[in-house]
């Protein structure tokens, strides 16, 4: 056997490969999802505050999240991550604002 045959039909084209053009994979439903979940987390309800923290972190213009490709997706998701929303310091129990019957005994 020589060392001249190719293994596994993993020959060398006689023709270069075409270059395939950049195309971005559009932004999937789990995404969308993943990011109104973070959105809602900021309690973020105005529609304007939303698009602009997303478009700061895309780079972008947007008209909507649909608008997003899946990679600045990821990338929003992974800003919105690092930069959580600050967690309370109590629980709802300690931040009543009434006395409770045992308050007052």
Known sequence: MTMDTPLFGDEMPSTPPVASTTTHDPVSDW??????KALDARELTNQNARRALVEEHAGRSLTSLRDLTSEEALQVITALGRKAAPAQSGSSWDEREDDTWIDRL
């Open 31 to 36: 995404q969308v999802d993943l990011l109104r």
